[in-house]
């Protein structure tokens, strides 16, 4: 061992190979070291997506379970939805906004536009100082789903 | 063992070679961990969408006459609607349920529930198929409760059946007291409002109907009208196949509506289906209707 480490010392310079092949391993630590913040952005991105998803989504469902007559319009404002999760969304707030259901959807007569509303759910919140926002639309009838 | 280190020239490349393996092996993976997330992030969020938009198809189709609806809710999200209008419309045809299960009330009208009289079934008999094909070889013999409503003048009246298929349970001293049906001999198949050839384990006519005051005479419309049939499965493990079928060339009052509903936004597209009875009785009815005796209520 203390041959080889005399011998390695003794070494002058370093050959062409072994610079490129260096060259390339630094480039490479560059491109992860450069990629991490990148990576843990998109994980918190996506966690913060996701959190927007599942408050949509239970917001629709707890509006379904309501009924159709519990649904007054409220457009365009809307309502602050009260679910514990959207403090955690940083900046966070979430609305749900009821309308009649336009024309051009409920346009089959019968008195449907009546009888179906337009459910809007919006969830925004900000990252790295920039606005974020996840919405759904659905509509909800008189004796629909439940 | 001698280790030589003489000749060490080139050992420095392989170690960088390993070591930009393994950098190179790290910033892949960090990459690809980036692409994926951000890909199932976008996915899902048009996933939630079209699911919504689903949702929406089959809430217009619920109060919509058209049977084929495209339209787009915006928000980067369309639903396309099929669905039938109230069916039965033809006579013949035959209600199947999709699979029901143990103690789940499955609902057939006989008078038309929208009250008109012109649809009411003018049969005083109908037949029951009922129980998967493969019901023998699961064991899982289905057994049925069926409660049927009568009206006559003012007064309801109800009349029960009880049916086993699996004569095991029948006979005995242990015998649940539920008429044994012999299912062994054949699977009955026949075209329902959901499947073009549907096979059942069994099949059960009712009727000739008696009037509930008169056994001795038939339950003749509109004097004596059929009403409503409730059924539930017994004994069973699995959900099980279950259709009415009304008397030759009589035709069952409409009261089924079939709708399928795709919600589609960017690549992601979510189906439902859903089959919808409408006017159904509510839960606390089938306290007064499954009793062992009959009731009569003025």
Redesign the interface.
Known sequence: ?K??LS??LAQKGFSL??II??T??VG??I??VA??P??IN??G??KY??LA?EI??KT?ADTRAKGFDALANNAPNGISINDSRVVKLPGGSANLIIEACPQ???S???G?EN??KKV?IQVSWKENSQAKD????????????R | MKLDFKNTKGQIIIILLLLMLVVLSVVITITQRSITDLTSSTQSEQSSRAFSAAEAGIEKAFQSQNTFQDYNLGNNAFANVQSTVLIPTQPRQVIEYPPVGRETVAQFWLADPRGNSANDYTGNTFTLYFGNQNAASTNDKPAIQVSLVIKKGTTYYTQSYYLDSDINRTGGSSSNGFTPLNCAGGTPSITTIINSTSTFYCRYTIGPITDPQNSATNCNSPACALVLVRTRFLYINENHKLALAPANSLKLPPQVQIVNSTGVSGKSEKKLGVFRVIDVVPPWFDFAIFSIDNIEKN
Do not use: H, Y
């Not at chain 1, 996840?134 to 789903?145: E, K, M, R």
């Open positions: 061992m041959q080889f011998k390695f190979v072994e092949l260096l390339g391993v490479m630590i491109l992860v990629n991490i990148n990576a998109l994980v991105s996506s997506e996701s998803r949509a989504a629709i051009e959807i409920c089959g007569g019968s449907e009888m179906v809007t996840f919405s759904i639309v659905t509509l909800v009838s008189d004796g629909g789903l």
